[in-house]
C-alpha cells in the first residue's frame, strides 16, 4: 500500500520533469540554431542588416530584434530623457542658443551612454540578436538623433520662437515613436500615444519645475 502511494505521488512530479526538461531542449535549441543562423563576422552582420532595413519585414523576428528594438529604445531615450535639460536651460537662462548647446551635448552624452548599454548587456551569444556592435551602434545613433532633432530649433535666435517649433518636433517624434510601436509591436495607437505623450509630459514638467526654480 505505502509503494502504491510513494508511486501515484512520485508521477506527477517525474510528468513535470520531463516537461520541464522538454521544454528547456526546446528552448535550447531554438537558442542555438538563431545563433547558428547569425553570421560570424560583424561585416556580414551589418550586410544581413541592411538586407533586412531593405525588405523591413514587420513579422521577421530578427529583425525586430537587430533593428527595431534597439532603435527603438534609443529613439525613446533621446526624444523623451533630454527634454527636460533641454527646456530647463532655456526657461532659467531665457538664451536660446544656451539650450541649444546643452541639448547637443545631452544628446551626445545620451548616445555614448546608451550605445554602451545595449552593447555590454547583450553579446548577443544566447539571445541571437546579432552583434552587439552592430546593436549598439544603432541604439546610440537613435538616441543622438532623438535628442538632437528638437535641439536644433534653439539655433533661432528668437527665444519664443525657438520654443515654439520645439514644441512641435517633441510632438512630431512623439506620434513618431506610437506610430513604430503600434506597427511592429501591435500596441494599441491610443494606448502607445498615452503612454509616450504621459512619459514626456513627466519629463517636461520636470524642466518647469527646475527651470522655474
Do not use: C
Not at 69 to 94: E, K, N, R, Y
Not at 154 to 168: D, E, P, S, T
Not at 175 to 183: F, K, N, P, S, Y
Amino acid at each position: 500500500m505505502s509503494l502504491e502511494k510513494n508511486t501515484s505521488v512520485n508521477k506527477p512530479s517525474s510528468v513535470e520533469n520531463q516537461t520541464s526538461q522538454a521544454d528547456k531542449l526546446e528552448r535550447t535549441s531554438a537558442a542555438d540554431e538563431r545563433v547558428e543562423q547569425t553570421p560570424k563576422t560583424v561585416k556580414g552582420q551589418i550586410a544581413e542588416l541592411i538586407k533586412a532595413l531593405g525588405t523591413a519585414d514587420p513579422s521577421s523576428r530578427d529583425f525586430l530584434l537587430r533593428v527595431v528594438q534597439p532603435g527603438l529604445a534609443g529613439l525613446m531615450d533621446g526624444s523623451v530623457s533630454t527634454l527636460a535639460p533641454i527646456f530647463a536651460t532655456a526657461f532659467a537662462t531665457h538664451r536660446a542658443f544656451y539650450a541649444f548647446l546643452v541639448g547637443m551635448a545631452a544628446a551626445t552624452g545620451a548616445g555614448i551612454s546608451m550605445a554602451f548599454s545595449e552593447a555590454l548587456s547583450d553579446d548577443g551569444v544566447l539571445t541571437g540578436r546579432g552583434s552587439p556592435i552592430v546593436r549598439g551602434g544603432i541604439t546610440g545613433l537613435m538616441t543622438f538623433f532623438g535628442g538632437s532633432l528638437h535641439t536644433l530649433p534653439f539655433l533661432i535666435a528668437n527665444l519664443h520662437l525657438a520654443l515654439l517649433v520645439a514644441y512641435v518636433v517633441v510632438a512630431f517624434e512623439l506620434v513618431i515613436i506610437a506610430a513604430i510601436r503600434h506597427r511592429f509591436f501591435g500596441t494599441s495607437w491610443w494606448l502607445s500615444m498615452v503612454q509616450v505623450v504621459g512619459g514626456g509630459a513627466l519629463v517636461f514638467l520636470a524642466a518647469l519645475l527646475f527651470g522655474n526654480a
